[in-house]
């Protein structure tokens, strides 16, 4: 992504200086075959000093230089190419550049709070502090373990009302149906 810049423009550059040679697809011995014969491309016999010629000849000078930059029109096919890729790249660059800004803030957070830590453990008072945080952890043990089950009780009851208030409808059904025939 550094040189991106510098590419960019060879590659303008490079695109530039082609298209303002671009060449015809005829092979420069075809063409001198034609002006050693003195015969147009249609086939009619032409002079060595007709405008013919010298269009022949202008036609000449244009596939040489078309053939002799061949290794450019290449070269620039493949960077093209290469840009192609580079640019659905740089979507992904961004990305992971982002989720890496995040794992370092996320990295910076943690490590403050194991420095919070360390001065904690760290003072005069460190074995009562020690001893304070793991009463805290058990506490905290104790009560999710509480709340955990607490909450298994609760959903035990809540199916055991469901249950009930089904059979009280279906009651309910029961009686209208029976208030209905008789």
Do not use: P
Not at 57 to 63: G, Y
Not at 155 to 175: M, N
């Amino acid at each position: 992504m550094v040189g991106e810049d510098v590419f960019q423009q060879g590659l303008v550059r490079l695109s530039t200086e082609l298209s303002e040679r671009l060449e015809t697809g005829i092979t420069l011995e075809f063409i001198k075959g034609l002006l050693t014969n003195l015969r147009c491309i249609c086939g009619t016999t032409i002079d060595q000093d007709s405008i013919e010629y010298r269009k022949l000849d202008s036609l000449a000078d244009s596939v040489k230089r078309y053939e002799e930059n061949q290794e450019l029109y290449t070269l620039k096919n493949e960077l093209n190419q290469l840009v192609s890729y580079l640019d659905g790249r740089n979507e992904q660059i961004s990305q992971v550049w982002n989720e890496t800004k995040q794992l370092n803030s996320q990295k910076d957070h943690v490590q403050y709070m194991l420095e919070e830590i360390n001065k904690r453990l760290g003072g005069q008072s460190r074995e009562h502090e020690v001893k304070e945080l793991s009463q805290e952890r058990k506490h905290i043990v104790t009560n999710n373990v509480k709340i955990d089950y607490e909450k298994k009780n609760n959903k035990d009851e809540q199916e055991e009302y469901l249950e009930k208030i089904k059979k009280v409808l279906d009651r309910i059904k029961g009686t209208r149906k029976n208030e209905w025939v008789t």
